[in-house]
């Protein structure tokens, strides 16, 4: 079992439409939880951080955290063929050795006029 | 925009010879990372620094060295580059271990070994 599942897609979602984007967790000591957005041939940029259960919303995102089923999920608002693009989740855990951040292989959104 | 810079951007070698890759910030963040990033794989810690001179490894961190003699640089080296070692490497930052999960990176590292 991988440390962060996501579903790789791609998801496909018409322009206006909410776009949700989950990932899971296998470590119940994770603390901290993360939304990167990736276009292709780019590098990995902050969205959205969520610390503990409930929802975070900033804008047309809002970040989902359930500790007690280890999942995480980030809803799009109102998608946009901007947001089509490769969401990476990533899950941190603080640990004897320090902090110990793991990354989701991604899913792949893209926005459909 | 946090000021990380890459270099090299692209780079082709051959099998066998030595590799170094440069990561340069302009924010004074104490905590440097390399990652790397291939299909399936995701982003995988290779080394990281926590200051001048202290580095750690990550989850991959056979046939890589790392070095930090000045807060704004965080070198990668591959002493002997292997054809697995082919990928895009990022470099990223951040300000403090409270917020590790908050990353800046930097524009990616393309290599191609040979």
């Known amino acids: 079992q991988k440390e962060v599942e996501q579903n790789s897609g791609p998801l496909s979602v018409p322009e206006g439409a909410i776009a949700s984007l989950n990932c899971t967790y296998s470590?119940?000591?994770?603390?901290?939880f993360f939304w990167y957005r990736q276009y292709s041939g780019k590098s990995p940029e902050l969205i959205m951080s969520?610390?503990?259960?409930g929802d975070k919303e900033d804008g047309r995102f809002t970040a989902q955290l359930n500790k007690a089923s280890q999942y995480v999920s980030l809803l799009i608002r109102d998608s946009q063929p901007s947001d089509s693009a490769t969401y990476l989740c990533?899950?941190?855990?603080?640990?004897?050795?320090?902090?110990?951040?793991?990354f989701g292989t991604g899913t792949q959104l893209k926005v459909e006029l | 925009d946090a000021g990380i810079t890459q270099s090299p951007r692209h780079k082709v070698t051959e099998t066998g010879t030595p590799v170094t890759l440069r990561c340069h910030q302009t924010?004074?963040?104490?905590?440097m990372y390399w990652y790397r990033q291939d299909p399936g794989h995701g982003l995988r810690l290779i080394h990281y620094?926590?200051?001048?001179?202290?580095?750690d490894k990550g989850e991959v961190s056979d046939g890589y060295s790392v070095s930090r003699s000045k807060t704004e640089d965080f070198l990668l080296t591959l002493e002997s580059a292997t054809s697995s070692q082919t990928s895009v490497y990022f470099c990223?930052?951040?300000?403090?271990?409270?917020?590790?999960?908050?990353?800046?990176f930097g524009e990616g590292s393309r290599l191609t070994v040979l």
């Open positions: 990223a930052i951040s300000e403090s271990p409270r917020d590790a999960g908050e990353l800046f």
């Open positions: 969520i610390y503990s259960n």
């Open positions: 470590d119940r000591g994770s603390q901290s």
């Open positions: 620094s926590y200051g001048v001179k202290d580095t």
């Open positions: 924010e004074n963040h104490r905590y």
């Open positions: 990533a899950v941190n855990r603080l640990t004897g050795g320090g902090n110990k951040l793991t």
